[in-house]
């Protein structure tokens, strides 16, 4: 187990920019996602009401969006990952700065951005865990599965929450939302390292 460890995970530079991205991609994911009612009431002027309507938006766009995100690296990008994971990150930096920048009073435009970044964000945190495995031979997998999901783990329950809370108790929602487009860049920016490696493994 420890050879496992030294040889296919300490040593995997791949493995270990790819869990630095899940950890900015689950930034991403809970920044959102557990700041969206407060922020829609605050900041947008919607009640309780069409705060968790929004919610709601979020988490079941991602089944679909999902489903794509596999479909686009199995089929259109043949079995590659970071193509589809910056992609849809791509996008869902547009969708949040949407989401930042609309005005309030136009609840539609709030519900259509969170439900396409809720559409968007899950089919990268699914598809990480894959390039995980992608990355590693099977005797190490699990190990390899266990480290990005510590990271996303890291990113979604201390940063999400607690770093996000500290910006807005001592900053602005505005800060708040610099936060969250940064971690949508780094996270492209550390998939986009493992780009060669991908295109190198499948001429194999």
Not at 75 to 84: E, M, T
Not at 119 to 141: N, R
Not at 148 to 153: E, P
Request: proline share 3%; hydrophobic share 55%.
């Amino acid at each position: 187990t420890k050879q496992i460890f030294m040889d296919y995970i300490l040593r995997n530079k791949l493995l270990w920019l790819i869990a630095f991205a899940n950890a900015f991609i689950y930034l991403v994911r809970y920044g959102v996602l557990d700041w969206a009612p407060l922020y829609l009431r605050e900041v947008k002027g919607m009640d309780s009401m069409g705060g968790n309507i929004g919610y709601f938006f979020y988490e079941i766009a991602g089944i679909a969006g999902t489903l794509l995100c596999g479909w686009l690296s199995d089929k259109v990008f043949k079995g590659r990952r970071a193509p589809a994971i910056i992609l849809y990150m791509m996008l869902v930096t547009i969708t949040i700065f949407v989401y930042w920048k609309n005005p309030p009073g136009n609840p539609l435009v709030d519900n259509i951005a969170l439900f396409a970044t809720g559409f968007l964000i899950y089919g990268p945190v699914m598809l990480i865990g894959v390039q995980a495995l992608d990355l590693v031979p099977k005797k190490a997998a699990g190990t390899a599965a266990g480290l990005t999901g510590l990271f996303g783990y890291l990113g979604g329950a201390v940063f999400a929450n607690i770093i996000l809370g500290i910006v807005l108790k001592y900053f602005s929602w505005d800060a708040s939302f610099y936060v969250l487009l940064a971690a949508c860049i780094m996270s492209i920016v550390f998939t986009a390292t493992t780009w060669n490696k991908e295109k190198a493994l499948h001429r194999l």
